[in-house]
Nanobody, 121 residues
Framework: QVQLVESGGGNVQAGGSLRLSCTAS????????MGWYRQVPGKERESCAT???????NYANSVKGRFTISRDNAKNTVYLEMNSLKAEDTAVYYC???????????????WGQGTQVTVSP
């Protein structure tokens, strides 16, 4: 029904930058909240940043001031600009979208497949 395709992960040295992208496609009427979560082995998935359709954003304290989330509603795409990366930012990053499908009355949550971000000290 809905696919979230992520790109932009990779390896970077501490202090460097990466930009993640995620595009939602499928039988979509509207995309409400979009966001990025991350997970390291042995820990729960945690929210990094979210953005709703009116561009209101919310950030985890650990990334505030370093990461910037944005979206292109026409393309159903969300971005995460990550600057001043630290070793502790190393994780698998997952895209999230809360989507209303065409012909449906309530929204559903969807996740991307995850993209690895590795920050070397």
């Amino acid at each position: 029904q809905v696919q979230l395709v992520e790109s932009g992960g990779g390896n970077v040295q501490a202090g460097g930058s990466l930009r993640l992208s995620c595009t939602a496609s499928g039988n979509i009427a509207s995309v409400n909240v979009m966001g990025w979560y991350r997970q390291v082995p042995g820990k729960e998935r945690e929210s990094c940043a979210t953005i709703i359709k009116d561009d209101t954003t919310n950030y985890a304290n650990s990334v505030k001031g370093r990461f910037t989330i944005s979206r292109d509603n026409a393309k159903n795409t969300v971005y995460l600009e990550m600057n001043s990366l630290k070793a502790e930012d190393t994780a698998v990053y997952y895209c999230y979208a809360n989507v209303l499908l065409i012909g449906r009355w309530r929204t559903n949550n969807y996740w991307g497949q995850g993209t690895q971000v590795t920050v070397s000290p």
